[in-house]
């Protein structure tokens, strides 16, 4: 079945270092979407990504998805303390259309 | 709009219990989705639905049953609670047109520990 991985599980950094999670599907995705949950909330939305290739910023926030549409990865810049939480990649397969596939999620924390 | 709605906040059920998970969204979006978080976990879907009177399974369905009378609410139903069953449920709506899907707006989630 799909899977969708994402590492690192856990990433600790001091403020103002830079913070990259990878996330990585078994099959060819359509489009890959990304959600940020703090802890005790819920997934709020971040960004879609459609085609091969394509980057998109955030102010500091820079997302990829990647030639094959198999991996995305989304980088932070100089972190802040407002960045903690999870983050997930959710991967709409091209053959089961409207299914959202999770990916396992990367947790940030930021060191003051 | 109140976006996504979800109730109860949390409840405690005992083995072999039943329940509905009731889930309202008030922006006329046509999927709805049912996800469950396992602490420390992503999520998985256990039923969606692209429109009133369509359902259809999700990776995680097992235990769990779903309907969808109108475009605004999606409930789901759990029968015979196991401990397996306990996590954290989340409804999510979104609009998909010939585009394609666009962002899923999710609800505050439902805790639910079965004992």
């Known amino acids: 079945g799909q899977q969708v991985m994402q590492i690192p599980q856990y990433q600790h950094v001091q403020e103002g270092e830079d913070f990259t999670t990878y996330c990585n599907s078994s099959?060819?995705?359509?489009?890959i979407q990304w959600y940020k949950q703090r802890p005790g909330g819920h997934p709020v939305f971040l960004i879609q990504l459609v085609k091969s290739g394509e980057v998109k910023k955030q102010k500091r926030l820079t997302f990829q998805f990647g030639e094959a549409k198999k991996n995305s990865s989304l980088h932070i810049t100089a972190t802040q303390t407002t960045d903690v939480g999870t983050y997930f990649c959710?991967?709409?397969?091209?053959?089961?259309?409207?299914?959202?596939?999770f990916g396992t999620g990367t947790s940030l924390t930021v060191i003051p | 709009n109140a976006g996504v709605t979800q109730t109860p906040k949390f409840r405690i059920l005992k083995i072999g219990q039943s329940m509905t998970l009731q889930c309202t969204q008030d922006?006329?979006?046509?999927?709805m989705y049912w996800y469950r978080q396992d602490p420390g976990m992503g999520l998985k879907l256990i039923y969606y639905s692209v429109g009133a009177g369509i359902t259809d399974k999700g990776e995680v369905p097992n235990g769990y049953n779903v309907s969808r009378s109108t475009t605004e609410d999606f409930p789901l139903r759990l029968e015979l609670a196991a401990p397996s069953q306990t996590s954290v449920y989340f409804c999510a709506s979104s609009y998909s047109g010939t585009s394609g899907s666009y962002e899923q707006y999710f609800g505050p989630g439902t805790r639910l520990t079965v004992t």
């Open positions: 099959t060819t995705l359509s489009n």
């Open positions: 959710a991967g709409d397969n091209l053959n089961t259309g409207n299914q959202f596939y």
């Open positions: 922006m006329n979006h046509n999927y």
